[in-house]
């Protein structure tokens, strides 16, 4: 089984559960905060590969939601400035293991890459990766000083 660094926001009860299904494969966790990396364009850009530009965002954060940031109209330097000033605009969890990296838990990539436990009846791609509690608020973002 796989070493994973698992870039995650500290309480989502999303990244919870993608931790639990890479620990019950097997997987040895490595867990950090995504919110607290002190994240640059280039440490960034490896995490999304060759997903088009608005597959690296989390179309649930707050900016985005509101309208303030277009992820369908950025270009790659464009949407890594925005991403290293607004942490909560990455698509979550980021992973990696050994030279390979990844960004979001879509379970069929995650398998084919590193391998998961079979997923239990009931679970759906978009409780995987969403909020799982997709009626209430967004989740909070890091405290400002």
């Not at 890479?22 to 364009?41: F, I, K, M, Q, S």
């Not at 838990?105 to 436990?117: K, M, P, R």
Request: hydrophobic share 40%; net charge negative; with cysteine.
């Amino acid at each position: 089984m796989a070493e994973v660094i698992f870039y995650e926001k500290p309480g989502c009860a999303g990244n919870a559960r993608q931790r639990r299904l890479l620990e019950e494969a097997g997987h040895r966790l490595v867990v950090r905060d995504l919110l607290a990396e002190p994240w640059t364009a280039e440490t960034l850009r490896p995490f999304f590969g060759s997903r088009p530009v608005a597959d690296w965002f989390n179309r649930a954060a707050p900016a985005v939601k509101a309208g303030a940031v277009d992820p369908d109209a950025l270009g790659p330097e464009e949407a890594l400035a925005l991403m290293v000033r607004d942490p909560l605009l990455i698509r979550r969890p980021l992973m990696q293991a050994g030279d390979e990296r990844s960004c979001g838990f879509v379970a069929e990539e995650v398998d084919g890459w590193i391998g998961l436990a079979a997923l239990p009846d009931g679970h759906s791609e978009a409780r995987l990766e969403g909020c799982a509690r997709p009626d209430m608020p967004p989740c909070p973002g890091p405290e400002k000083a």
